[in-house]
């Protein structure tokens, strides 16, 4: 389709959720909001479509893409399921758990979505307008975050706009995301192990309590999900972290008991920390100074998904 001077906005009511499934069904690029940011979704069975997702976000091809399906029944016609990913999805689906799993044979996923592994990051999203327009569509979608690829990702349909431009066909605003954290990653191994790609709002030690074993390091350097690039996340300017007293030159966002300009969360609570993380880093990459200091972050339970991403975003 033509794309106008900037992308449709659709509310999030059954009109605007009919339309997103249409422009999907059809090929086109819609951001859609989720519990953890805002995607960039497009029907994953095609390669235009896919092709179309990588050249809006300016995304490196090798990159592979997370698919989001409506139930854990749909996963399983595209990737390969053992007792331990069951488990997981009975516990934790929907909800911000992906898994990397075997790509079942024959199953209808473009090639791009994969980067060429024989593996598929795979996820039932809990978001009632992104499990809305699945249905809706009957297909299911590949959806990385919404945004310039290495940019701070997008928690309201706003940052999408600021960011994608025309590069995105229409945008369903469902308001602030609720997590503000994209979704924890972890891949499940043949033998009988498993690894922590990327954290997020589910805590390692939650997945631990379900599969009953430590995980073990990612050793492998390629890239097999979102998220595992050195640099991503950056707002544009130099970031320090774990900073206390900031520079007269630096936009301080603050933590408990350190104000700055603006705060994660004055009570130090960790998940309002991460809801507010990428709307005060694009508040940062706004501001008139020309660096960013943040206070320090404990590395607990969802602290550790913020720390992962701050220490990206100053990479």
């Known amino acids: 389709m033509e794309h106008a001077s900037k992308p449709a906005l659709l509310d999030a009511g059954s009109a605007g959720i009919a339309a997103a499934a249409r422009l999907l069904q059809e090929g086109s690029l819609v951001a859609i909001p989720t519990e953890t940011v805002y995607g960039l979704a497009a029907r994953a069975d095609r390669d235009e479509s896919v092709a179309a997702i990588y050249r809006a976000k300016g995304r490196p091809s090798f990159n592979p893409l997370i698919v989001h399906v409506a139930d854990p029944a749909a996963a399983r016609e595209l990737a390969v399921f053992d007792v331990r990913a069951s488990l997981l999805a009975d516990t934790f689906w929907p909800g911000a758990l992906t898994m990397v799993l075997p790509l079942r044979n024959g199953a209808p996923i473009a090639a791009a979505v994969t980067a060429g592994l024989p593996t598929l990051a795979v996820r039932c999203p809990a978001h009632p307008v992104m499990q809305a327009v699945i249905a809706k569509a009957g297909i299911p979608l590949a959806a990385p975050s919404a945004n310039r690829s290495g940019a701070v990702s997008p928690t309201e349909a706003g940052h999408v706009v600021q960011s994608l431009g025309a590069n995105v066909d229409a945008v369903?605003?469902?308001?602030?995301?609720?997590?503000?954290?994209?979704?924890?990653?972890?891949?499940?191994?043949?033998?009988?192990?498993?690894?922590?790609?990327?954290?997020?709002?589910?805590?390692?030690?939650?997945i631990a309590d379900v599969l009953g074993q430590p995980s073990v390091p990612v050793m492998s350097h390629e890239?097999?999900?979102?998220?595992?690039?050195?640099?991503?996340?950056?707002?544009?300017?130099?970031?320090?972290?774990?900073v206390a007293q900031a520079d007269e030159d630096e936009f301080h966002i603050g933590f408990g008991s350190v104000g700055g300009d603006a705060t994660l969360s004055a009570s130090g609570d960790l998940p309002e920390a991460a809801a507010r993380l990428y709307a005060l880093l694009h508040a940062g990459a706004a501001a008139p100074q020309?660096?960013?200091?943040?206070?320090?972050?404990?590395?607990?339970?969802?602290?550790?998904?913020?720390?992962?991403?701050?220490?990206?975003?100053?990479?």
């Open 172 to 206: 369903i605003d469902g308001g602030a995301c609720a997590a503000g954290l994209e979704s924890t990653i972890i891949a499940l191994r043949s033998d009988g192990t498993w690894q922590l790609l990327r954290p997020g709002p589910i805590a390692k030690a939650r």
């Open 223 to 242: 890239i097999e999900a979102p998220g595992q690039l050195a640099s991503h996340y950056a707002p544009g300017k130099p970031v320090r972290l774990n």
């Open 290 to 315: 020309p660096r960013i200091a943040v206070a320090p972050i404990p590395d607990e339970d969802v602290g550790a998904a913020i720390n992962d991403r701050l220490r990206r975003a100053a990479a």
